[in-house]
């Protein structure tokens, strides 16, 4: 499988403690875009701090994840990009979302690379985003409460194209993603829309509400099951201090065994 060179050097070392709110209020968001710079990745995180913050620990955290578990979590997307909504070309009510191919995304700004992130920009705290996740995962809405699960979310998105393109090769519009992704079969675009397109029975929904949550459930896309689950199971691996003490996948045992299928054959594609 091919996946990047560099790891993503740890910028953080700290949970969402008193310490790591500190650090959030010192975050300087054009410091970490040049750190992303010099892995690769274009990010313009539009002046927000938490979410460069939680940009950062994510990737950090995958890349050491992958590291230590052999994982192929390492696949930090091309671009990362903070709008605002009145920015978008097409208005979404999502607050973030990943494009599986080039896109034009930002009015006035050319097409983005397939596989970049996107989130909404938040002018509020990371206790404002610790609190909002409570209360979301309180009301059964999404499948973790740990406050990075909107960016490890987003970022499980990207992963999972990276994956399917790796092994299936890329046959899209994108010049980046041709140039990365040479497998000789080149169904990668499709090989993502016949995951997105699985159909769940009635039972299989609701142990998707009962595993994840209702978005997930609502959706009726294995993509965003894929990602809620593997937001779910990361963020449970993680201690206090946001380190990996755990594989991940070692958290499926509880997960319906249709979605650990899921899981299990995007890794052996
Ligand atoms: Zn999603």
Same mark, same amino acid.
């Given at each position: ?5 560099? *790891? ?6 700290? !949970? ?46 995958? !890349? ?23 920015? &978008? ?59 990075? @699960? ?33 497998? *000789?079969?080149?169904? !990668? ?8 397109? /699985? ?5 299989? /929904?609701?142990? /998707? ?25 990361? @963020? ?22 249709? /979605? ?8 052996? &594609?």
């Amino acid at each position: 499988m091919k996946v990047y060179k560099e *790891q993503p050097n740890p910028i953080f070392k700290s !949970g969402l403690n008193k310490k790591l709110i500190k650090d959030f209020n010192r975050i300087n968001p054009k410091s970490i875009e040049a750190e992303f710079r010099e892995f690769g990745v274009n990010a313009n995180f539009n002046n927000n701090a938490p979410l460069a913050g939680c940009f950062a620990l994510s990737v950090n955290i995958l !890349g050491e994840i992958a590291a230590r578990y052999h994982l192929p979590f390492n696949f930090p997307p091309p671009e990362i990009r903070v709008y605002n909504p009145n920015e &978008l070309i097409t208005p979404l009510r999502a607050r973030g979302f990943c494009i599986s191919d080039t896109k034009q995304v930002i009015k006035g700004e050319a097409p983005f690379v397939g596989t970049s992130v996107f989130m909404e920009k938040s002018t509020e705290s990371i206790n404002y985003i610790n609190f909002r996740r409570d209360l979301e995962y309180f009301f059964r809405v999404c499948s973790s409460p740990h406050f990075l @699960a909107d960016t490890l979310h987003e970022l499980f998105h990207s992963i999972q194209c990276s994956i399917v393109y790796s092994k299936e090769g890329y046959d899209g519009a994108c010049p980046v993603l041709r140039k990365l992704y040479t497998a *000789q079969s080149a169904n !990668g675009t499709a090989k993502l829309d016949e995951i997105s397109n /699985i159909k769940y029975s009635k039972k299989e /929904i609701m142990e /998707i509400r009962k595993y994840l949550g209702n978005y997930a459930a609502n959706t009726h896309n294995a993509l965003e099951v894929f990602a809620e689950t593997m937001t779910k199971i990361t @963020a449970l691996s993680l201690n206090q201090k946001l380190e990996p003490i755990k594989n991940p996948m070692d958290n499926l045992k509880s997960a319906p065994k249709f /979605i650990k299928k899921l899981i299990e054959e995007t890794f052996s &594609l």
